[in-house]
């Protein structure tokens, strides 16, 4: 199974909706058109950036139609899958196979709490109903309240053949680090969560990074990872000292809308968070701009 496409920067790209929250199609077509013309190397459909928390299963499966369309295999397409009931998760999966996606990334479920043994087997569950396609473990602790152990994930690396790796977003180097020592025998391939963390999280062997950013600065994100590869580590560096107050700035703004504030500052058409959730308050807007405007995106 070739998984040589599992590198560089990913965008969660955003789901753009209409004032009624219908996905609107023509803004997400144009979104990919832009994030590919500055570089990205993949996108991720119905990641935690998407909101697929508050769509239904047909409306995933409409914006991924519309997402493997736009893109016509011009960078792969990873479909995320976030629900809590195991069938539920092979059934999205299995969509997404049969769609088209290059890769499938499961969060681990969120509100209840598995032990090890019944994660495993939600996992391996998952995992086995798409033996053809490579899937990706995304831990995600602080947005569902408990990490996945170093133990459950190298006992699946080491054990389902068409695991190709993780998205990490526990924000803890150390973590990540070890998640690529243990299983770096079966190349497993770990990306970063963090968009903090991309810069040092490639020094450490990883293999690209998972990152919002790209969403609305993606010419200053993907030379982080340009710049790695070709060995000018002054230059990614510097391009992560720009990213990252911009970033830290968004911890100000309710998960997840201030990509999609971001994306509409910078002029493009994102529409607004899917209800509960809204745009950020005017204080917080402005400290967005300011930081936006030192980083030179403005």
């Given at each position: 199974m070739n998984t040589d496409f599992i590198k560089g920067i990913i965008p969660p790209i955003i789901t753009p909706v209409t004032e009624d929250e219908k996905i609107d199609e023509g803004a997400l077509r144009a979104h990919i058109d832009y994030m590919i013309d500055e570089g990205i190397s993949g996108i991720l459909v119905c990641g935690s950036n998407s909101e697929f928390?508050?769509?239904?299963?047909?409306?995933?499966?409409?914006?991924?139609?519309?997402?493997?369309?736009?893109?016509?295999?011009?960078?792969?397409?990873?479909?995320?899958?976030?629900?809590?009931?195991?069938?539920?998760?092979?059934?999205?999966?299995r969509m997404g196979v049969r769609l088209g996606a290059n890769a499938i990334s499961i969060l681990q479920p969120m509100f209840v709490k598995?032990?090890?043994?019944?994660?495993?087997?939600?996992?391996?569950?998952?995992?086995?109903?798409?033996?053809?396609?490579?899937?990706?473990?995304?831990?995600?602790?602080?947005?569902?309240?408990?990490?996945?152990?170093?133990n459950l994930v190298e006992r699946l690396a080491h054990s389902l053949p068409n695991l190709a790796g993780m998205k990490d977003s526990s924000g803890d180097l150390t973590e990540t680090l070890e998640f690529i020592r243990r299983n770096r025998d079966v190349k497993f391939k770990v990306l970063v969560g963090k968009d903090t963390l991309i810069y040092p999280g490639l020094v450490c062997g990883a293999a690209g990074a998972v990152c919002s950013t790209a969403n609305y600065m993606p010419e200053l994100v993907c030379p982080i990872y340009e710049k790695f590869v070709e060995g000018d580590l002054t230059g990614a560096l510097e391009a992560q000292f720009i990213l990252?107050?911009?970033?830290?700035?968004?911890?100000?703004?309710?998960?997840?809308?201030?990509?999609?504030?971001?994306?509409?500052?910078?002029?493009?058409?994102?529409?607004?968070?899917?209800?509960?959730?809204?745009?950020?308050?005017p204080a917080q807007m402005e400290r967005l701009l300011r930081e936006m405007e030192k980083g030179g995106l403005l």
């Open positions: 928390y508050v769509f239904e299963e047909d409306e995933m499966e409409e914006n991924l139609r519309i997402t493997l369309s736009q893109v016509n295999g011009r960078i792969p397409v990873y479909l995320g899958v976030g629900a809590i009931r195991t069938s539920k998760c092979v059934r999205i999966a598995p032990s090890e043994d019944e994660l495993f087997t939600h996992f391996k569950t998952i995992i086995e109903s798409v033996p053809e396609t490579p899937v990706l473990l995304y831990n995600n602790p602080g947005r569902t309240g408990y990490p996945m152990g170093q990252n107050p911009i970033r830290l700035a968004t911890d100000g703004s309710t998960f997840p809308v201030a990509t999609k504030d971001c994306v509409n500052i910078r002029g493009r058409k994102a529409g607004k968070p899917v209800l509960p959730l809204k745009p950020s308050p």
